[in-house]
C-alpha cells in the first residue's frame, strides 16, 4: 500500500500537535506519559517531533487524558491559525 503524501497543511498540523503535547507535559518525563497513555515513549517522541504528523485517534485521545486535556480543546488549539 502507497501513503499519499501529507500536504505542508497536515505536516504544520502534526507539528503544532507535537508543539501542544510536549507544552503539557511540562515537567513529566516522557517515559511517564507515554506510560500514562498506554503507548511508547518512542512513539511519543515522533509525535512530539513531528516524524509522525498523523498520529492514530486512539493515541491522541490516550495522550489527550494523560495530560488532563480535552479532545476539544486539543483540536481547537492544532487548528491553523486564522490569516
Do not use: N, Q, Y
Not at 12 to 31: K, W
Not at 45 to 66: W, Y
Amino acid at each position: 500500500m502507497v501513503r499519499t503524501p501529507l500536504t505542508p497543511e497536515e505536516r504544520e498540523r502534526g507539528e503544532r500537535l507535537g508543539r501542544l503535547l510536549r507544552e503539557s507535559r511540562g515537567g513529566r518525563s516522557m517515559a511517564d506519559v507515554a506510560a500514562c497513555a498506554g503507548i511508547s515513549a518512542e512513539t511519543l517522541r515522533k509525535i512530539e517531533t513531528g516524524r509522525a504528523p498523523t498520529p492514530a485517534f486512539f493515541t491522541v485521545a490516550a495522550l489527550a487524558r494523560a495530560l488532563g486535556l480535552s479532545m476539544d480543546e486539543l483540536a481547537g488549539l492544532c487548528e491553523a491559525a486564522p490569516v
